[in-house]
């Protein structure tokens, strides 16, 4: 399908809890031809995957469906779709009865499906999108109004989306006259999905750089780092806070769309993508206070804080360096690349000034 995925099995060397994961992107090449049956609701489409919102793509090939659910996963890029996906769903798979059960609400999940006995047993499922066969017409596609989900009755109904969704934001009428004039002159689908790509991602950027800088003012300054005491914590979100930033530092700097922003980033902090989001950023920023802490214990003299301490806090201080020193290792603290170093001669020089019996011992013991 035109996808390429990179991994890497563990070794028997690697050791619990250690193994770097990288994340991939799972994108579709073309994604205009996913998205050129339903192109006047892209906008809508994309509040529906930042949302983390149930939908259902009804598509009549299992590549079709592949295609367009990744393209919905990748619309939202750089932000990472933390909820799940299934980009071909079937009656076979293990959560066949979870999802189609109507005693519960839908999972935050974006399936892909072409049997059509899916069109009636995911008939309650809030956002529907129905593709037809994926073609590129040198017409331009005709404008399709948003359908009541009670319309959908087979998965042979008419292309569009089926959904009593009302977006937060103003439909950008600039981007569907772009790629209208595109298909017009027959513009190449690579070209519209450079165009739409960049699209997604302007508006992806405006929408998160407000957090990205409220979430950067959480951090404690450099100052309040002692190297006598443990790293600072984060200042905790305030969503109250957070809003009062959006009038003076809001999206509106880089996004001309008008709309409703603050109930959209109300929506979105209940989200799975936001706490996903969030959870990443948290474990950035300790990791970050983390290294910061370790270069403010490198910049000290240990060796004349120990001389000046009983044997049991210097032995104390040893351990608690040579344990940070193997987290930093783990964790890949983003540190300065000698503090490491600065930080190994550090516990030797401690440890050799030190009487021979403590040397031995300190020098055998390892690390948690």
């Not at 109507?102 to 935050?108: G, I, K, L, N, V």
């Not at 690579?190 to 800088?213: G, N």
Request: charged share 25%; net charge positive; glycine share 4%.
């Amino acid at each position: 399908m035109g996808i390429i995925m990179k991994v890497r099995i563990p070794t028997c060397h690697d050791k619990p809890g250690t193994t770097h994961i990288v994340q991939f992107t799972h994108e579709v090449a073309c994604i205009f031809r996913c998205f050129c049956p339903v192109f006047f609701h892209i906008q809508m489409l994309w509040e529906l995957v930042l949302l983390g919102e149930p939908v259902v793509v009804m598509a009549p090939s299992p590549s079709e469906s592949s295609d367009t659910v990744l393209a919905l996963v990748s619309c939202i890029s750089p932000l990472k779709y933390c909820s799940d996906f299934r980009p071909y769903f079937t009656i076979h798979d293990s959560e066949f009865k979870e999802y189609t059960t109507r005693t519960q609400a839908p999972p935050s999940v974006i399936l892909g499906v072409t049997n059509p006995f899916f069109a009636k047993t995911l008939q309650h499922w809030p956002h529907i999108v129905r593709i037809g066969e994926i073609k590129l017409p040198g017409e331009v596609p005709k404008q399709v109004k948003v359908k009541k989900l009670k319309n959908l009755k087979t998965l042979d109904s008419k292309p569009g989306v089926y959904t009593s969704y009302k977006p937060y934001l103003n439909r950008d009428e600039e981007i569907i006259k772009q790629l209208q004039k595109g298909v017009q002159q027959k513009r190449p689908a690579e070209a519209q999905s450079v165009i739409l790509r960049r699209y997604f991602l302007e508006l992806t950027q405006s929408f998160i750089i407000p957090l990205e800088r409220y979430v950067a003012s959480l951090m404690p300054l450099q100052k309040s780092i002692s190297p006598w005491k443990s790293p600072p914590q984060l200042r905790q979100f305030s969503q109250e806070d957070f809003m009062k930033t959006l009038e003076k530092a809001g999206p509106q700097l880089t996004s001309g769309l008008k709309g409703d922003w603050i109930g959209l980033y109300r929506h979105f902090l209940k989200s799975p993508n936001f706490n996903g989001w969030f959870r990443t950023r948290r474990k950035e920023m300790t990791q970050k206070l983390e290294a910061l802490h370790l270069e403010a214990l490198c910049n000290e003299d240990l060796l004349f804080w120990s001389q000046k301490h009983t044997e049991v806090e210097t032995v104390d201080l040893v351990l608690k360096l040579k344990n940070k020193l193997f987290q930093a290792d783990r964790e890949h603290l983003p540190m300065k690349p000698d503090t490491m170093e600065k930080l190994q001669m550090h516990i030797d020089t401690i440890i050799l000034a030190l009487p021979d019996d403590l040397q031995d011992i300190l020098l055998k013991t390892g690390t948690t």
